[in-house]
């Protein structure tokens, strides 16, 4: 053991390891990145956990069982910075669609006996358990976005991560805009920015995987304001906000069956 | 000595797995009573809530089961979707498709090999402590993944969760010119990969085997990956639309996942091992002769020795993807058009872990009324089980903490992905 290094500490809750697996796809990075800090405890990686308390958590996944939920509160005890890492863990990700469904019937159709199932009735996101000291977006969190957060809590520093909608960095791609020259639905303006923009440099709408941006004058995206742009039927813009982000998109869609109060500057396309 | 009838044993948080699960082991003198895998992986209702979602949504919506292998999912997805609206994709959008799922192959395998199963080889915590004693070792299997990661972004955009497969194919296909440094790339890979081979070949592997029935798709020409039927090394042979009558599922209490047996009652395995010995003369020829110079027979029957059948495989994924790119011409549309019909489809493709089946039940809108998935490692998880009963059963002079590691280290030669198991491990070995 190195007293001096930094221990880190790696955390699954419900999830699809993607988020941890963004730590070890760092190829280039990671041997640095253990010099750098004592990985104390990543049972993904490595089948020796050092005791904690840790400097930094690293927690992937949203809370769905009531022993996570207990678990959780430990994590944080033996934290001393929680940074939560994907759309899991920081909205309740995909599985957060049952917070708005019957999770017994869900359970009944999947298990065969679902009694032997323990789980709660809502997927919910680390923030509403314990308190978070920072929560990086994307499903999957982006590389790049990982290593900044890592380096500057090491460092002592805020992180560099930019608040803006994905348009910025489709602009900065130098992308065609996908929604002005071929009518495709896109997420891009509502969306945070950290993947690069890859949907519209593959031709294809942002269908939101990173979540709302906050970057807005009241700190919401102004998804009714896009919504006219998109050409799609309710049904279809219900579907499009009920994915990954479901249920931190869910206030937008929300608002949208509510009276107009905050109006859009342009009008749509005709 | 003291008096020991009976004695449990328990691994708590199985390490270097992907996902969560335990392990419970009673022993009742010298009798191993009961093993048990334990999943804990919370469950998620992908199944529940796909019913009422759009056709054209599995893609992006089932790759999120596992991040490790979401282009498995992606492809299982397509082709089951393909197939109840009576579309068949082939040709170059095929190719691609098959070139993108080398990616994944190549990525998965080069985890396991050396960032989760090398260190038991080598008798190393994790293969960070590994790389402070051979760094070059890792750094060759970081290497290695690294080039299966580039094959997945350049096709798919991203690694994890790719963004660019649909229904139908892809959103935008690339041009020769985009494939060529990947060509590149993948020529310094096959090196990395033919040192794999032959530095797993040379590990030592416990002398185990089993005779479980082995399940894999087939095709007439390549290594199975993104199509092929299902058989077995028992004879049987069915079509996906048959894989429902040929295999069951049933849930146990000590797992959120559900075990899988033939219809007649008989165990079977799936994965790295089922495939090559189902499969072993349609390896590519680079692939094939490095097999047989790592003494590799007819059949592969040794998990022990599984790590060297995923060397192999990964040899055949960067000399097949390599074919792939050098025959390509673009498609002349990126996906062909698929309009939705009322019908079921089924679609199985050869997962890193195995084989993945998806059934999707539509109506005339293109809306999922029934959707199930059968991953591999719950196809996997009785017969790992089974093994494990008698791997302990010869293991019992050893004191718990032995017999624990033992333990763990066999189970992780089975790949075991929880996440995965959406419908796994602690080892507790309780004595008496």
Redesign the interface.
Known sequence: MDATRPTLAVW???????????L??C??E??TL?GEVE?AH????????APGPYDVSLVEGSI??P??AERIRHVREVSGTLITIGACATAG???A??NF?D?R???S?????PE??A?LDT?TPISAHVRVDFELQG??IDRRQLLEVLSAFLMGRKPNISQHPVCFECKRRGNVCVMVAHGTPCLGPITHAG?GA??P????GC?G?FGPSPNWSDGRPNTRGLVPWLDMTPDETE?VLS??NVAAFREEDHELRQPDTRGTDDDPPE | MTHRNERTLSVG????????GAMYVRVDGSTVQEVRLDI??????????L?G??YT?PP??TA?????C?VAYQMSACRAIEDACGVTVDGSLNDLRRLLYCGEWIESHA?HIY??HA?DFLGY?????L?RAD?AL??RG??L??AG?TVMETLG?????P??V?VGG???TPSPTELRPLAETLRHALDDALATVRWAAGLDFPDFSHDHEYLALTTDDRYPLESGTPRTTGGRSFTADGFEHHVVE???????A?HARLTDGALYMTGPLARFSLNRDRLPPIAAQVAADAGLGAECRNPFQSIVVRAVEIVCAVEEALRLISTYRPPER?HVPVPPKAGVGHGVTEAPRGLLYHRYDLDAQGRITIARIVPPTSQNQAAIEDDLRRFVAARLDLDDSALTRAC?RAIRNYDPCI?CS??FLDLTVDRR
């Open positions: 699954k809750f419900a999830s699809c390891d993607g988020c941890q697996l963004t070890l796809d190829e280039d990671l041997l253990a990985i990543f049972l993904e990686a490595s089948d020796e956990v769905t069982t022993d996570d990700g995909v599985q669609l049952r469904a999770v019937e869900f359970a159709l999947v298990y065969a006996s032997y199932v789980t997927s499903c999957p993947c890859i949907c440099a593959y031709g294809r269908y995987c579907r994915t990954f | 948080a199985l390490a270097r797995v992907e996902g969560e804990y992986e919370p469950p998620r209702f992908f199944e529940a809530f019913r979602r759009s949504e992006d919506i999120r089961i596992c991040g490790i979401p985890l960032l989760l260190p915590p994790s293969a960070i402590d790389a760094r890792i750094e970081l290497r993944k690294k990661n955009g991203r690694a994890i969760h963004v660019n649909r892809f959103y935008r049933t849930p146990v209490p000590h797992s959120t559900l990126p763990e996440s959406t419908h």
